[in-house]
Antibody
Framework: QVQLVESEGGVVQPGGSLRLSCVAS????????MHWVRQAPGKGLEWVGV????????YYADSVEGRFIISRDNPKNTLYVQMSSLRAEDTAVYYC????????????WGQGTIVTVSS | QSVLTQPPSASGTPGQRVTISCSGS????????VNWYQQLPGTAPKVLIY???QRPSGVPDRFSGSKSGTSASLAISGLQSEDEADYYC???????????FGGGTKLTVL
């Protein structure tokens, strides 16, 4: 069935970097915009950013602008987020999600992966 | 503080009707369609309502959405114990060029 599977997260020191990936299956990955959404422990959902179906457009939340880069490899059906200059407040479960276009509903979500920023 | 305002909690007894509100501005709800997500405990969110009032296949018609001006609402009728979850509204914000979520509403079925 249509599925998104995030890579394993991990523990990173403040100021460090981490790259997450999200592999898509059973749909035409190259036709859909893709998002990252995160959820800090015990908190609500926070949108991180989006990349258009062809990678030509990207938008980010102010909280990660300049530190996170979202990219995609359509032949590999894979979405990425490169996270740099990580802070304690970036600690969260990170979800990838797909949508028809950048400003359309997120119709499929991955299971999430935990990123902990701590010394 | 979220750009969209939701009540932090709501409750009802089985069979009752409950509504959850979501208040925004002319830049988000006033300009774009609203989506609602349900997050059951320990699971990933799933879309419940999209385009203000559309239900994806598989979502019971007990769930309905509406929008008026800069506010939106999610209604759940015939409340069931399995509806106990967190509910989030979300909409694209034209001034921020970003998606914004409400703070979430924890629904308790008494």
């Amino acid at each position: 069935q249509v599925q998104l599977v995030e890579s394993e997260g991990g523990v990173v020191q403040p100021g460090g970097s981490l790259r997450l990936s999200c592999v898509a299956s059973e749909f035409t990955f190259s036709s859909y915009a893709m998002h990252w959404v995160r959820q800090a422990p015990g908190k609500g959902l926070e949108w991180v950013g989006v990349i258009s179906y062809d990678g030509a457009s990207r938008y980010y939340a102010d909280s990660v602008e300049g530190r996170f880069i979202i990219s995609r490899d359509n032949p590999k059906n894979t979405l990425y987020v490169q996270m740099s200059s990580l802070r304690a407040e970036d600690t969260a479960v990170y979800y990838c999600a797909k949508s028809r276009v950048v400003n359309f509903a997120f119709d499929i979500w991955g299971q999430g992966t935990i990123v902990t920023v701590s010394s | 503080q979220s750009v969209l305002t939701q009540p932090p909690s709501a409750s009802g007894t089985p069979g009752q009707r409950v509504t959850i509100s979501c208040s925004g501005s002319r830049f988000n709800i006033g300009s774009n369609t609203v989506n609602w997500y349900q997050q059951l405990p320990g699971t990933a969110p799933k879309v419940l309502i999209y385009n203000n009032n559309q239900r994806p296949s598989g979502v019971p018609d007990r769930f309905s959405g509406s929008k008026s001006g800069t506010s939106a609402s999610l209604a759940i009728s015939g409340l069931q114990s399995e509806d106990e979850a967190d509910y989030y509204c979300a909409v694209w914000d034209d001034s921020l060029n970003a998606w914004v979520f409400g703070g979430g509403t924890k629904l308790t079925v008494l």
